[in-house]
């Protein structure tokens, strides 16, 4: 029987990460420590241009910033249909964190004056700036209700509670289709009123919290996972 290691098996990925602004070196160095934890060969490529978003790319990762000004950079360079058929096709797999989450919902309140450009992708509706403009950043623990996300291994194995980083960030406040599944809450003001800060639609993820900021890298691990499992 061929050797086979199960590297091999699995194939090398291609991640992109949309470099216009924002945490994009952060979520590199994430992506290689998280592939590296899993065992896996992968190869990072910045997407600036159109012929940067190329069918090879397995796995899209849309970085926080500001929305207003990745959204406008995206439709100057022409660069929102072709993002949007790419994040279409098949077994093709999205993170969007921050602005990546509000850049990737059907629907959004509380958006610029005059509009902002959207890539349509996910049946939520997100608030911009939920927490307020005065709270610029904080951190708190994010309850993660998604096995998956709870039960890798690591330092933070079989834990469900996750230190998230919030700046400036949106959260979900409405889910218009049963197929978008929550992956975590926070817990604001009395137990019982949960905001949505992470979700799933398919093989689209968004998180309003920064994963890309903190040293846990179950998030980029989970994205890397869901690329395995389509590839
Ligand atoms: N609220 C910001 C926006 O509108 C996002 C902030 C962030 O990505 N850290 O884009």
Redesign the pocket.
């Known amino acids: 029987m061929p050797y086979s290691s199960s590297l091999k098996s699995r194939g090398r990925i291609t991640v992109g990460i949309l470099e216009i602004q ?1 945490a994009f070196l952060e979520h590199q160095t994430a992506v290689t420590s998280a592939a590296r934890s899993l065992g896996l060969e992968v190869d990072v490529e910045g997407v600036r241009q159109v012929s940067d978003i190329k069918p090879e790319i397995d796995g899209l990762i849309i ?8 959204g406008l950079f995206l439709k100057r360079h022409h660069m929102l249909e072709p993002l949007r058929s790419w994040i279409q096709s098949s077994g093709k797999v999205t993170w969007g ?4 989450m ?1 850049l990737l919902a059907k629907g959004m309140e509380n958006q ?1 004056e005059g509009g902002q450009q959207s890539l349509q992708a996910m049946d939520v509706v997100v608030s ?2 939920y927490f307020g403009r005065q709270i610029n950043s904080f951190e708190q623990e994010v309850e993660i209700v998604n096995p998956e996300l709870i039960t890798q291994t690591g330092s933070s194995a079989n834990s469900s509670k996750y230190l998230g980083v919030f ?4 959260a979900v406040v409405r889910i218009t289709e049963p197929s978008v599944h929550v992956l975590a809450y926070l817990k604001k003001g009395d137990a019982d009123n949960k905001v949505i800060v992470a979700c799933r639609q398919g093989n689209i993820i968004s998180t309003a919290f ?1 994963p890309e900021l903190t040293e846990d890298t179950r998030w980029h691990r989970y994205f890397l996972n869901t690329i395995i499992a389509n590839k």
């Not at 970085?63 to 990745?70: A, H, L």
């Not at 964190?97 to 990546?100: D, I």
């Not at 700046?167 to 949106?170: K, L």
């Open positions: 924002g970085p926080g910033g500001e929305s207003t000004t990745i964190t921050c602005a990546g509000i610029k911009r700036n700046i400036r960030a949106p920064h």
